[in-house]
């Protein structure tokens, strides 16, 4: 039913879903979300997973998973994690792939917001935990989300972190990905 729903309104709302690898890989991987510079490409690229019945999670404040709309939260993929503790980030993502395969669905931005750095968490976590990074783009010129292009395990044990971003950059750039709000989005990250 979920499946059919998050179609629908796709379709009512003029988005499609391209995938530029087998879907098979967004069963276990960090998902980088790029460019992230709006609320929107949360709900779009949460049915874009519910079309493609794939498990998503993402990593969000306890705060919500323990307010009274928590089971709406945990429902749609939220982990809460206590961010007024330090916590070893990294080692929670490994302890969670450890116990179920999922897409997790990281924003290397960290914001909305224009930055000059992208947060490297990803790359550790995708490393520590051998599993690939796997690329989803929300292109608003064309309304597409572009999922699956995947950057394997043997690449990222073999690559540098700057050589992984030139990847994803090229990538970028190769599909001409245009951001919900442009002057949000740094092409030219670090």
């Known amino acids: 039913m979920k499946k059919l729903i998050a179609s629908l309104i796709l379709k009512i709302v003029g988005w499609k879903i391209v995938l530029d690898g087998p879907k098979e890989n967004l069963n276990r991987c960090i ?4 460019p992230h510079t709006h609320n929107s490409e949360y709900i779009l690229g949460n049915l874009a997973f519910m079309v493609l019945d794939k498990p998503l999670k993402i990593i969000i404040k306890d705060t919500h998973t323990k307010a009274w709309y928590g089971g709406l939260v945990k429902s749609i993929g939220g ?45 550790f976590m995708a490393k520590e935990a051998q599993v690939p990074i796997c ?44 951001p919900a709000v442009k002057e949000n989005w740094n092409i030219n990250f670090t």
């Open 31 to 34: 998902l980088v979300t790029v």
């Open 79 to 123: 982990i809460g994690v206590n961010r007024s503790q330090k916590n070893d980030l990294v080692q929670f993502v490994v302890d969670e792939f450890k116990k179920q395969d999922f897409a997790l669905v990281i924003t290397p931005e960290g914001t909305r917001s224009y930055v000059e750095k992208w947060r490297k968490g990803f790359y």
């Open 135 to 178: 690329l989803a783009m929300g292109d608003y010129k064309r309304k597409i989300m572009i999922l699956a292009k995947t950057i394997t395990v043997e690449e990222i044990n073999s690559l540098t972190y700057e050589e992984i971003l030139d990847i994803i950059r090229a990538y970028i750039v190769e599909r001409d990905v245009q």
